[in-house]
């Protein structure tokens, strides 16, 4: 039986264990990754990585929802940024961001994506979906708001996050090129969305 922790204890550990996530993601991706190697790099037993989640698939639901948090900020960052060119800087974001995130790499391999959504409870990712478009659907109204952003636009701006997802899914096809096809789409994306031309 796996022993007590402290909360102090427990607080440390629940962080040893997302770090050694964290840092496995980019190694052999969230499917791949057993709960004894993350156990092992936290320095608890196998036995004990239950007492701090209920699954493998929880603590990557707590890994995906701490980098979620910090993208959401980035870009709500840029969306308050009092300059001109909010919402170019805000798309330059979300490509970056999906595009670098070591966590979000896990959405961009096609058989992680795949393992998610058979491994997590039914209404979880329809969720995650839905709370997506809402804080994109608020960050566009932000956007609109400061007139950076046509009112129209809402819909397709909400979509954006998973056109920058297909780039980053397929950018290894462009080879060097991925950067300045980014830059591209950022700026033909910013002008669309700001003149509707």
């Known amino acids: 039986m796996p022993r007590a922790f402290t909360e102090a204890e427990r607080e440390h550990v629940r962080a040893r264990l997302l ?3 964290r ?3 980019p190694r052999t991706g969230m499917r791949r990754t057993p709960v004894d190697a ?3 790099a936290a320095g608890i037993s ?3 990585f239950y007492l701090f989640f209920e699954s493998k ?4 639901t707590a890994l ?5 948090t910090r993208a959401r900020a980035r870009l709500g960052a840029e969306a308050a940024d009092p300059r001109p060119g909010a919402t170019r800087r805000v798309l330059q974001a979300m490509f970056e961001i999906v595009g670098s995130d070591p966590v979000l790499a896990a959405m961009r391999d096609p058989e992680e994506l795949a393992w ?3 491994s997590f409870p039914p209404g979880l990712l329809a969720a995650a979906r839905a709370d997506d478009d809402a804080f994109f659907g608020e960050l566009h109204d932000r956007l609109v708001a400061r007139g950076e952003a046509m009112a129209e636009s809402r819909e397709a701006f909400v979509g ?3 056109v920058a997802l297909g780039l980053a899914q397929q950018g290894g096809w462009l080879g060097g090129r991925e950067p300045v096809v980014r830059e591209l789409l950022v700026d033909a994306l910013a002008r669309r969305l700001t003149s509707g031309a």
Do not use: H, I
């Open 38 to 40: 993350l156990t092992r």
């Open 64 to 68: 995906m929802q701490e980098g979620e």
């Open 23 to 25: 840092e496995a993601v």
């Open 160 to 162: 954006l996050p998973l």
């Open 116 to 118: 998610l959504e058979r």
């Open 46 to 48: 196998k036995g004990a």
């Open 19 to 21: 770090t050694a996530a």
């Open 57 to 60: 698939e929880a603590l990557w």
